[in-house]
């Protein structure tokens, strides 16, 4: 079953012409986990997946490749992680939902153009920025009303208290606008399950350690103290998406609410740790959110096809588990990544780190097994390939200045701890409103269980012998 391998080469258009990949060179060991941390915390854990989301192409030769989410999902399955959480397969998002953040033009141009239809449409390619990097292809609603759905479901999970921590890799899709795609995003899940959370937490942090700027994220809160942004990324003036320089930091009442750590190619292991753990410290002490948003946008990895880091999907996953210990109800979501196996392998080991499950490095047995050659690991070598262009004294300065950042806020006497008055009412009306579209969402393939919430999905791959189509 030796499918896929990626030989293709995507050069044209802005996201992927941004990588500049350096010669070879070795990045430093990282100190695995094991550092003596004591886990009390037993967060339930609930995730959402559906099956069809893996079966959507971009197209051919485009890097993003939603099948990455069905060998994410084998492997989680096949490492029996099904049995530490709640499965659930989500609703789609409805219009009215995802009009919640983007225009209304946009929704029905994204509604309407399919391949078949987009002789017709052409003349709104360019306003609704369509080309390579965004391409019309066949689902391609279906497919966005499926993992906003499935965003939107996880934030009202995590309200309503029944869980702790939400995982939807699906998700994460951070650079779609208000009025038209980018960066391979259509919807913005992200926003539109923060929106969810505003009415009731009054303050949410996102972070995102994506290798991309989550500039759609940052441009829909910048001017609200109710949402940090907080993103760790490559930053040039000219790797896609442009943005995300330090001096990026809110306006008005968002003013030092934008957190951007600018990093260059090649960072190592060692440094994002500790850089991450520093500023992250200082971001919850400072800002003290009700609830955590946390992109893991997999291209941050060693030898991505877009990336150019050097990380281990240890140190990817060490910061999973470092926002974990903080012990606030998370949202834990994909986002870019473009090596599938790596992607595959650093997602279930993020949910078995959610889950507070240690898991083997060698790979269960699965469909897609020979995906994982010649290694069959969990844990394959990934870093090397790009010189470490972060110096000590770069790291230093950029810590130094964030840090003087956030104290701006400690600073000051302001808005942000006040308690919002919670919209729980509006919220408890639109459960019961949504729970309506869930059942006529249902497609008769997934039975209600008694409290009227979704049959877990791992009791449909419970013993039998579960035979995914390949996506491409
Ligand atoms: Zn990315």
Excluded at 103 to 127: H, N, S, W
Aim: negative net charge; charged residues 25%.
């Amino acid at each position: 079953m030796g499918r896929r391998k990626e030989t293709i080469t995507y050069s044209p258009s802005t996201f992927s012409t941004s990588v500049r990949p350096g010669s070879a060179s070795a990045g430093l060991e990282f100190a695995t986990p094991g550092d003596g941390v004591v886990e009390h915390y037993r967060p339930r854990v609930s995730y959402y997946m559906r099956e069809q989301a893996g079966n959507f192409h971009y197209g051919k030769l485009h890097p993003m490749k939603p099948h990455r989410l069905t060998l994410t999902n084998h492997l989680v399955l096949n490492y029996g992680l099904h049995k530490y959480m709640d499965v659930f397969e989500p609703r789609r998002a409805t219009e009215e939902e995802i009009r919640q953040f983007h225009a209304e033009d946009y929704i029905d141009f994204l509604k309407r153009v399919t391949p078949d239809t987009q002789g017709q449409f052409q003349e709104c390619f360019a306003q609704f920025n369509i080309g390579d990097d965004c391409p019309i292809f066949d689902g391609m609603w279906d497919f966005c009303r499926i993992y906003s759905g499935a965003s939107i479901e996880a934030a009202r999970k995590l309200i309503s208290g029944s869980c702790d921590i939400a995982v939807n890799w699906m998700g994460g899709l951070h650079h779609a606008k208000k009025y038209e795609p980018s960066g391979f995003c259509y919807v913005n899940d992200i926003v539109l399950a923060i929106l969810q959370l505003l009415r009731y937490y009054p303050r949410v942090l996102y972070v995102d350690i994506d290798i991309h700027h989550g500039d759609g994220v940052q441009e829909a809160f910048y001017t609200t103290d109710r949402v940090m942004t907080v993103s760790f990324h490559k930053y040039n003036g000219d790797f896609f998406p442009g943005t995300g320089a330090i001096d990026e930091m809110g306006s008005g009442l968002g003013k030092f609410y934008a957190v951007n750590v600018p990093l260059q190619d090649g960072i190592d292991d060692r440094s994002y740790t500790q850089l991450f753990k520093t500023v992250m410290t200082s971001v919850m002490e400072t800002f003290k959110p009700g609830a955590v948003v946390l992109q893991c946008g997999a291209d941050s990895l060693g030898l991505d096809r877009l990336g150019v880091f050097n990380l281990s999907i240890a140190a990817h996953g060490e910061c999973v588990r470092f926002m974990r210990r903080f012990g606030v109800p998370m949202m834990v979501i994909g986002g870019g990544g473009y090596t599938i196996r790596n992607v595959a392998r650093c997602w279930t080991n993020e949910t078995g780190i959610v889950c507070g499950v240690e898991l083997p490095s060698e790979l269960p047995n699965n469909v897609y097994h020979e995906f994982f050659a010649p290694d069959y690991s969990l844990h394959p070598q990934l870093s090397g390939r790009v010189i470490n262009h972060n110096s000590r004294a770069y790291l230093n300065a950029l810590t130094a200045r964030i840090l003087e950042q956030l104290r701006y806020l400690k600073g000051a006497p302001s808005v942000q701890m006040q308690e919002a008055p919670p919209d729980i009412q509006g919220f408890l009306e639109d459960q019961e409103k949504h729970q309506k579209e869930v059942d006529a969402d249902r497609l008769g393939d997934i039975k209600d269980d008694r409290s009227g919430r979704r049959e877990h999905v791992a009791e449909l791959y419970e013993g039998d012998e579960d035979q995914d189509q390949d996506a491409s």
